[in-house]
């Protein structure tokens, strides 16, 4: 059964900067398509920045520029650096896999199927 674990969330002060992780076991092909998607108060979760089964990434408006979203595919296991953090960042960060290959763009949460937990990542201002 596939499991995602996020780790790196946390308090930062506007500016800063944070490295979220998402390790992924059990069962997965290292291509498969995986993301960052938030849920920030009073929203609905949504999409921040994928990588799909080429490698190939797209972000959010919000986050271009800021945020680099990137794999370690030996290791299945993905990274978010989220540098000049604003305090409207402040959200629930959550990490999503596709069970199968998907090659293009999308933010859409419906192209994914696994969840994390979620990581909480706050931003002072």
């Known amino acids: 059964q596939v499991q995602l674990v996020e780790s790196g969330g946390g308090s930062v002060q506007a500016g800063g900067s944070l490295r979220l992780s998402c390790a992924a076991y059990?069962?997965?092909?290292?291509?498969?398509?995986m993301g960052w998607f938030r849920q920030v108060p009073g929203k609905e979760r949504e999409g921040v920045a994928t990588i799909d089964s080429g490698a190939v990434t797209t972000y959010a408006d919000f986050v271009k520029g800021r945020f680099t979203i990137s794999k370690d595919n030996a290791k299945n296991i993905l990274f978010l650096q989220m540098n000049s953090l604003k305090p409207e960042d402040t959200g629930i960060y959550y990490c999503?896999?596709?069970?199968?290959?998907?090659?293009?763009?999308?933010?859409?949460?419906?192209?994914?199927?696994?969840w994390g937990q979620g990581t909480q990542v706050t931003v002072s201002s």
């Open positions: 059990g069962g997965l092909h290292s291509n498969y398509p």
């Open positions: 999503a896999i596709r069970n199968a290959y998907r090659w293009g763009p999308t933010l859409l949460l419906g192209d994914f199927d696994v």
